[in-house]
């Protein structure tokens, strides 16, 4: 069986999720009491975010192919980012990458493909929100991809990284947030709603009844990859 490299800390809660479900998943597939193999390789967050800030995508890039050229190095043969934001800049990572790697977005495109749904909306880091990375991905399967209003962006944003990424879940977060895809759906018409931060679902993951399918990009993205793992 391959053994699976994730680039994580990029948040650790996040990351914590990654490593549950990719487990629970495992054991569902597989329920003889084995578990897969996996290396993280835990990265600083912060760096990471004064890159995007200082807007310096290629030094970004550079340091995640580092990173995953530490996991080969280790024994990994395929590899994951635990977050959306890094997708950014996934082509150029993928081109240079020693491991092949499942791209979270596309995972998600599938994912809402198979849903029938044609106009979703995103939530996750400003960086994100406002990157072409989601909307050209899925208009290749014509879906359509819109993000929050300036305001709603700010707060969403603000919030992401004062409390998800740092494990702080409340429900006046979670109240305004649902409020946001109410607002969503009536105008901008949204027939699903992309948590494309993968803190988000820790927040969302079980509101009941919403309104809209929430694409959880987290799990959707374990699914792909245990596709990957030859189990």
Avoid: W
């Avoid at 329920?31 to 990265?43: A, K, L, Q």
């Avoid at 993928?94 to 994912?111: G, H, N, Y």
């Avoid at 998800?164 to 009536?186: C, P, S, Y």
Wanted: charged share 25%.
């Amino acid at each position: 069986m391959k053994t699976l490299g994730m680039i994580g800390g990029v948040g650790p809660e996040s990351t914590i999720d990654y490593y549950r479900l990719i487990i629970a998943v495992y054991r569902e597939r597989k329920p003889d009491g084995s578990y897969p193999p996996i290396i993280i390789n835990s990265v600083n967050l912060k760096e990471m975010v004064d890159l995007l800030e200082a807007n310096n995508l290629p030094a970004l890039g550079r340091r995640i192919v580092a990173e995953l050229q530490k996991l080969s190095n280790a024994g990994a043969d395929l590899a994951i980012l635990t977050s959306n934001t890094p997708h950014i800049v996934f082509d150029e990572i993928a081109r240079q990458s020693p491991l092949p790697l499942v791209s979270i977005v596309e995972a998600a495109c599938d994912a809402a493909a198979r849903m029938g749904l044609r106009k979703l909306g995103l939530f996750g880091s400003r960086f994100t929100m406002q990157a072409r990375f989601y909307p050209d991905v899925f208009c290749g399967k014509a879906i359509v991809v819109v993000s929050p209003n300036a305001e709603e962006q700010a707060y969403i944003h603000d919030h992401y990284m004062r409390e998800l990424v740092n494990g702080i879940f409340r429900q006046e977060t979670r109240d305004d947030l649902l409020r946001i895809v109410d607002r969503m759906k009536q105008q901008d018409h949204i027939d699903g709603l992309i948590l494309g931060g993968t803190e988000l679902p820790l927040l969302l993951r079980d509101v009941a009844n919403p309104n809209i399918p929430f694409l959880d990009t987290t799990r959707i993205h374990v699914s792909a990859v245990m596709d990957q793992l030859e189990i």
